[in-house]
C-alpha cells in the first residue's frame, strides 16, 4: 500500500498516525527525536484563553499497563502558543491541531474565533471533558445537549476550520452523545479522552494523586476505546479519530478496522519520545504483510457474523 | 531522522554491587552501551525503560549519570520499587530503551571553594562531577547515609578530594548530621554548595545556605513519566510562582530559582518569557 494519506472531512493528513493532546508537548519538545514533519497530525496541549498552572503535586501516577494523571490542563495560553510556538512548527507537512479547552461555551467560542484566523491550524479539537462551571460543573461531555451546544458555539466561529469534538468515555451511552454533537454540526470525532480512575497508597494512606482522582490512560483501556471508537462509527457518518492505549502498528489497525479514519497515540509517547515516528514507519510493511491495498478496502471492515 | 541517537535501544554490559553490602543493601552499578553521545555534564540524567517492562510498567525510570565514557554510560541505582528493582535484576546483553542525556547539570567554578552535600544514593552526579572538576582541590564532600560505608562508591570518590562521611544509624544521628551540615555550610559563606539527597534534606541545605550567604544547587528526584518536559508531572514553581518542569529546567536548580527551596524570599523583580517554561 503507497498511499498512506488519509482525508476526514476538510483535515488532510500524510498518513493517519496524530500525537494526542497532552502527550506530546507543543510538538516542539520532541524535535529532537525524529522528523515532525513525518507525523500525520500533532494536537497540541489544550489550549485556553488565559495561562493556567494546572492542579498541586502529585498529578501523574504510574499503574498497571497505564498511568493516571491530573495535570489541570497547565498550559501557556493561546495566544503565547499562537506567536511563539506554532511559527516553529513544520504545519505546512503536518496538521497541526489546536486542542480547546474552556469553562463556557462563550469562551470555546472565543477559542475558536482567535484561532480560526490561524493559517497554520490545521483544525480545532474541543476537549469536552471539562466542567462547565456555569452548570455546577458537570461535564460538558457528559450530557448530549451540553456536548452539544458546545459544538455549536465553536462551530460558529471556526470559519473554514474542520471541527474534532474529542469525547469521553465516562458516559452511559458514547453512540448518544456522538449522535448530538455531529447533529451540532462537529466535522470529526475523536475518541476516547482518559477513563476516570484513582490510586491509593496502603502505606502512607494517601491517594498517590494530589486531586485524588484523575484519568488513565495507556493500553489498559484500549478494549474499552476499541469498543467505544466501534459503537460510535456504526451510530455516526462523519469520520472518527481512534485513540486509547495504542502501542503499536497492530493496535493502531484495530481502531481502523472497527471503522476509524486515523489514530492518535498519547501515553506511548512516554513509553519512548521517538514512539510516534516509529509507528508511522512500521505501518507500510504490517499492511503489506496483511495485504492491504487502500484504507477505503480495510476501514470498517471488521467481520462480525 | 532529527538526531536519531537521543532515544536508542542499548544492551547492558556489566551489573555488579559496589560491594556484597551494596548489593545487600539494593544498591548496585548499572554499565549500558553508550549509543554515541557526546559530552555530559554531571547532575544530567538519563531515561531508561528495560524491554522486559513490557506493557506492563509504563514508565522510564530517571537514572543521573553516574559516569559516560565512550563506550560506557554508568549508573548508581538504588532498588526503591518495581521499577529499580528490574533495572537491578539486569544482566549483560538484557536491553533497554535510554534517552538522553537530559536537562541542566551542576555549575562548575574551577576557582570557587566548593561543597558537594549527598544524601544516600544521591552520592551518584558527584561520582562524575569529581572526575571533570579542574581543581579537585578546591572541592569538599560530605556524605550522609544509613547503609553501611562499604555499600557506596565513595572511597573511590574520596581518593582524589577532601571528603568525610556520617553514618546515620540513631535517631540522634540527624542533629549531629544537621550541626556538620551547618558548620560546612557556614565555612563556605560566598562559594558553591551543591546537594543530591532526599527532599527534606535538600530544603535544610538550601536553609542553611541562605542564612551562610552560600550559593546553592539542589539536583531534584521529581516523579516523571516523560523526561521531555511533555508529560507535566515534574513541575516545581518557580520564584515566582510560575511552574517548571524538573526534567528540562532542571533537574539541578539553584535554591533561589524555586519557591519550595526559599526562591524570591530575597529576590525580587520580574523574568521575562513563556509561563509554561519551555
Request: glycine share 12%; proline share 7%.
Amino acid at each position: 500500500m503507497r498511499e498512506l494519506g488519509v482525508a476526514l472531512a476538510g483535515l488532510h493528513l500524510k498518513n493517519p498516525v496524530i500525537t494526542a493532546s497532552g502527550t506530546f508537548g507543543y510538538g516542539l519538545e520532541f524535535s529532537r527525536y525524529g522528523e515532525l514533519a513525518a507525523l500525520g497530525g500533532i494536537c497540541v496541549k489544550g489550549l485556553s484563553l488565559k495561562p493556567r498552572q494546572g492542579n498541586p503535586m502529585p498529578r501523574v501516577a504510574e499503574t498497571a499497563c497505564g498511568m493516571l494523571n491530573a495535570i489541570g490542563l497547565q498550559n501557556c495560553g493561546v495566544e503565547t502558543f499562537v506567536r511563539d510556538k506554532l511559527p516553529f512548527l513544520p504545519w505546512r507537512d503536518t496538521a497541526v491541531i489546536a486542542n480547546l479547552y474552556a469553562c463556557a461555551a462563550e469562551e470555546f467560542a472565543e477559542l475558536a474565533g482567535v484561532l480560526a484566523a490561524e493559517e497554520g491550524i490545521a483544525a480545532l479539537e474541543v476537549n469536552i471533558s471539562c466542567p462547565n462551571v456555569r452548570a455546577g460543573g458537570i461535564l460538558f461531555g457528559q450530557d448530549p445537549a451540553m456536548a452539544a451546544r458546545v459544538t455549536e458555539a465553536v462551530k460558529k466561529r471556526a470559519g473554514t476550520k474542520p471541527v474534532m469534538v474529542k469525547l469521553s468515555p465516562n458516559v452511559t451511552d458514547i453512540a448518544a452523545v456522538a449522535r448530538a454533537v455531529e447533529s451540532a454540526g462537529a466535522d470529526i470525532l475523536s475518541l476516547v479522552n482518559t477513563l476516570s480512575g484513582m490510586s491509593v497508597d496502603v502505606f502512607s494512606r494517601r491517594p498517590r494523586l494530589a486531586n485524588v482522582i484523575g484519568g488513565l490512560s495507556g493500553p489498559a483501556i484500549k478494549p474499552v476505546a476499541l469498543r467505544c471508537v466501534w459503537q460510535v462509527c456504526r451510530a455516526v457518518g462523519i469520520p472518527v479519530v481512534g485513540m486509547g492505549g495504542i502501542a503499536s502498528a497492530e493496535d493502531a489497525l484495530e481502531f481502523i478496522l472497527v471503522g476509524a479514519h486515523a489514530v492518535q497515540v498519547g501515553t506511548a509517547n512516554f513509553l519512548r519520545p521517538d514512539f510516534a515516528f516509529h509507528l508511522v514507519e512500521e505501518l507500510p510493511p504490517l499492511l503489506e504483510r496483511l495485504g492491504v491495498s487502500s484504507w477505503e478496502e480495510f476501514r470498517g471492515g471488521l467481520r462480525v457474523e | 531522522m532529527a538526531d536519531a541517537g537521543r532515544c536508542r535501544e542499548v544492551a547492558v554490559l556489566a551489573r555488579e554491587g559496589a560491594s556484597p553490602e551494596g548489593e545487600r543493601h539494593g544498591l548496585w552499578r548499572l554499565a549500558v552501551e553508550n549509543p554515541g553521545w557526546g559530552k555530559a555534564v554531571a547532575g544530567q540524567f538519563a531515561m531508561l525503560r528495560p524491554v522486559c517492562f513490557g506493557r506492563e510498567l509504563t514508565w522510564a525510570r530517571p537514572l543521573s549519570l553516574f559516569g559516560v565514557t565512550p563506550t560506557r554510560v554508568e549508573f548508581f541505582v538504588q532498588v526503591a520499587g518495581r521499577g529499580t528493582a528490574h533495572l537491578a535484576a539486569m544482566n549483560p546483553g538484557d536491553r533497554l530503551v535510554m534517552w538522553g542525556p537530559l536537562g541542566r547539570g551542576f555549575a562548575v567554578e574551577p576557582d570557587t571553594p566548593t561543597l558537594l552535600l549527598a544524601g544516600g544514593v544521591g552520592l551518584a552526579p558527584f561520582a562524575p562531577y569529581i572526575a571533570a572538576h579542574p581543581r579537585p582541590e578546591n572541592l569538599r564532600l560530605i556524605f550522609g547515609h544509613r547503609p553501611p560505608l562499604a555499600a557506596y562508591p565513595f572511597a573511590e570518590m574520596a581518593a582524589t578530594i577532601q571528603a568525610e562521611s556520617f553514618h546515620e544509624e540513631k535517631p540522634g544521628d540527624l542533629d549531629r548530621f544537621t550541626a556538620l551540615l551547618r558548620e560546612r555550610i557556614a565555612a563556605h559563606a560566598g562559594g558553591l554548595v551543591l546537594a543530591c539527597g532526599p527532599r527534606p534534606f535538600l530544603s535544610a541545605v538550601a536553609g542553611m545556605g541562605r542564612e551562610a550567604g552560600a550559593r546553592v544547587q539542589v539536583s531534584l528526584e521529581n516523579r516523571m513519566a516523560c523526561g521531555v518536559g511533555a508529560c507535566l508531572g515534574c513541575v516545581e514553581k518557580d520564584a515566582l510562582g510560575e511552574p517548571v518542569q524538573t526534567c528540562v529546567r532542571g533537574p539541578v536548580f539553584w535554591a533561589s530559582e524555586l519557591e519550595a527551596f526559599g526562591g524570591g524570599l530575597e529576590t525580587s523583580g520580574s523574568r521575562e518569557g513563556c509561563t509554561c517554561g519551555n
